[in-house]
């Protein structure tokens, strides 16, 4: 038999094992940096077969890193997501996986299993890397930071989506809050003894949207007033605004966020309200797709007849902490069509039937057979990451 049937063989015969991880983790949906119950369970299912964890890692309490050495060669990591999404639900109050990180869990978590039930065919290292709070914070960003991937020869993730993407586009993002602090003062009898800090967000606003006809086609730039002031009859000594800044390179996007940040300090020079500014959240890089990865999944993908990509899916794209992953170490992510119809989309709540039940399954299997064939082609073949 070849490999690839064993990959495909050894799949089917724990396919079982892979929906109950599926369908444990889909219904203990956990926000991100809380994800306790679902990282303790992945952590416990994975040292059933024989993988070394340790768990907290790098100090992140959910996460986790789980290696089976199988010999001297390529450390290839496969990286599972756990984070749900709050929301949802008839009152919008239950937290619930409308991304599909639980079907990402299982996934990776499958494709790590099939492997290491191949290890007498291959050398090297198979890593199952936890990675909390994908929707918030960006656990991955943390982890690079850390040097979670410095050994790390290649990295494997597949999400559901609308459609089967080879090419997918994650935007770089910045996020920065920008704080003004004014003078309080009576807005009606003294107000020439005030410094109106919302005054400084509005011209923020103001100088941003002058910047929008500037900016390159692939930018975007979007925010909000966390902090208007307490009360209209005074002059708001403190005010406060958000923004998340993108770009498809992480070169144009460094020149951009400067330009915003300029912006709030021509605000602050104009009204005289005092900036400080911060980055609220870990900035992401855009992706960088290995293409001999995605060639060779490609194949596998079309073996299981999976054909119909799309060309290309620029102008839908969001961000991702992959993005700094695929920075450090050759990177494969693909996006998986979930095979409703009409289609459904992440972050709806229509897109909860798809990472539950029968649709599920199968894209369940086709995902862990094409990473861990493509793996195993690595491990067999290292030139293919050179």
């Known amino acids: 038999m070849e490999l690839k049937e064993y990959v495909y063989t050894k799949t089917e015969a724990l396919l079982e094992e892979f929906k109950e991880v599926n369908d444990y983790i889909y219904a203990h949906p956990e926000l991100g940096n809380e994800e306790f119950l679902s990282s303790q369970y992945l952590v416990d299912k994975i040292r059933e077969h024989g993988f070394e964890v340790v768990y907290p890692y790098l100090d992140l309490p959910t996460a986790f890193r789980a290696e089976l050495n199988c010999g001297e060669g390529p450390k290839i990591a496969f990286l599972a997501e756990y984070d749900a999404l709050p929301g949802y639900g008839e009152s919008g109050d239950q937290t619930a996986h409308a991304c599909g990180h639980n079907w990402i869990a299982a996934s990776t978590y499958g494709a790590c299993v099939v492997l290491s039930q191949l290890k007498e065919h291959f050398n090297g290292t198979i890593v199952l890397i936890g990675t909390p709070a994908e929707e918030t914070t960006g656990g991955k960003c943390d982890l690079v930071d850390r040097g979670a991937f410095d050994d790390i020869d290649a990295a494997f993730q597949m999400h559901l989506g609308a459609e089967n993407n080879l090419n997918v586009v994650t935007l770089a ?31 923020t606003y103001a100088g941003i949207n002058a910047l929008r006809q500037h900016m390159q086609p692939d930018a975007r730039v979007h925010g909000i007033i966390t902090n208007g002031g307490q009360a209209a009859n005074t002059v708001p000594n403190k005010a406060q605004c958000q923004f998340y800044i993108r770009a498809k390179k992480r070169a144009y996007l460094d020149e951009l966020t400067q330009k915003v940040i300029n912006c709030a300090k021509g605000a602050e020079l104009m009204t005289g309200a005092k900036l400080t500014y911060r980055h609220f959240e870990n900035s992401y890089d855009d992706l960088i797709n290995h293409q001999g990865l995605i060639a060779l999944a490609k194949t596998t993908l079309e073996d299981l007849g999976i054909r119909d990509f799309v060309e290309n899916d620029e102008n839908a794209s969001g961000s991702s902490d992959i993005g700094n992953v695929s920075h450090v170490c050759p990177t494969c992510y693909i996006e998986l069509n979930t095979g409703a119809n009409p289609p459904v989309y992440a972050h709806n709540e229509d897109f909860l039937t798809c990472v539950s039940g029968a649709l599920a399954y199968q894209t369940l299997a086709i995902a862990i057979k094409t990473m861990a064939y493509t793996a195993l082609q690595v491990y067999l073949e290292p030139t293919l990451i050179k």
């Open 173 to 203: 993002i910045d996020s920065i809050e920008f704080n003004f602090e004014g003078v309080a003062a009576h807005a009606a009898a003294y107000p020439e003894r005030g410094v109106n800090a919302l005054d400084a967000v509005q011209l």
